[in-house]
T-cell receptor
Framework: LAKTTQPISMDSYEGQEVNITCSHN???????ITWYQQFPSQGPRFIIQ???TKVTNEVASLFIPADRKSSTLSLPRVSLSDTAVYYC????????????FGTGTQLKVEL | GAVVSQHPSWVICKSGTSVKIECRSL??????MFWYRQFPKQSLMLMAT?????????EQGVEKDKFLINHASLTLSTLTVTSAHPEDSSFYIC???????????????FGPGTRLTVL
């Protein structure tokens, strides 16, 4: 299982763009990169997933360089409600793949 | 799509009793479900992988006789904490694996969690 490394915490203000970078130097060829958001006392919520280059959906963008050894989750114009823990995980495309959660990044958004 | 429910959302029980937690995939079929445990201020820890119609695979250090997992159908997995003790108090979260359009790989979708408090 590829290990991921993220900053423990980040602070931001409402309206700013937040970029959270994750390192996964040992990512395997068939691994995808998935980001989750977790609020206290709730299960993680799927945000975005990608394999290479750039992926964008209605809530975030995911940037993956060519070597795929890192990835950056970009949250445009954050609000107070984006205060949460964000987890970066890597895993294979097939079924039955176990996920190893790292420490995640605690994002705190202030006024 | 890919909604997972858990029941109950919280439970308080006396030491020595058994508690069953249900995990259901509401709008998809999950051949594989996973059970996690999360202690306060910590990350999720995988307890076991549950496959429909077969025995669960437990992670190292997780007692299979204490945490009984049954995955009887493609939409339901249950976790029973037998003879619960205060140290079993934790937040238990399940996930179902689904492959959805627009998402490249089979992805885990998580339930809302169950808070277990053992007195």
């Amino acid at each position: 299982l590829a290990k991921t490394t993220q900053p423990i915490s980040m602070d931001s203000y409402e309206g700013q763009e937040v970029n959270i970078t994750c390192s996964h130097n040992n990512i395997a060829t068939n691994d995808y990169i998935t980001w989750y958001q977790q609020f206290p006392s709730q299960g993680p919520r799927f945000i975005i997933q990608g394999y290479k280059t750039k992926v964008t959906n209605e809530v975030a963008s995911l940037f993956i360089p060519a070597d795929r050894k890192s990835s950056t989750l970009s949250l445009p114009r954050v609000s107070l409600s984006d205060t949460a823990v964000y987890y970066c995980l890597v895993g294979g495309a097939g079924g039955g793949n176990k996920l190893t959660f790292g420490t995640g990044t605690q994002l705190k958004v202030e006024l | 799509g890919a909604v997972v429910s858990q029941h109950p959302s919280w439970v308080i029980c006396k030491s020595g009793t058994s508690v069953k937690i249900e995990c259901r995939s509401l709008d998809f079929q999950a051949t594989t479900m996973f059970w996690y445990r999360q202690f306060p201020k910590q990350s999720l820890m995988l307890m076991a992988t549950s496959n429909e119609g077969s025995k669960a695979t437990y992670e190292q250090g997780v007692e299979k006789d204490k945490f009984l997992i049954n995955h009887a159908s493609l939409t339901l997995s249950t976790l029973t904490v037998t003879s619960a003790h205060p140290e079993d108090s934790s937040f238990y979260i399940c996930s179902g694996e689904a492959g959805l359009a627009g998402v490249g790989a089979d992805t885990q979708y998580f339930g809302p969690g169950t808070r277990l408090t053992v007195l």
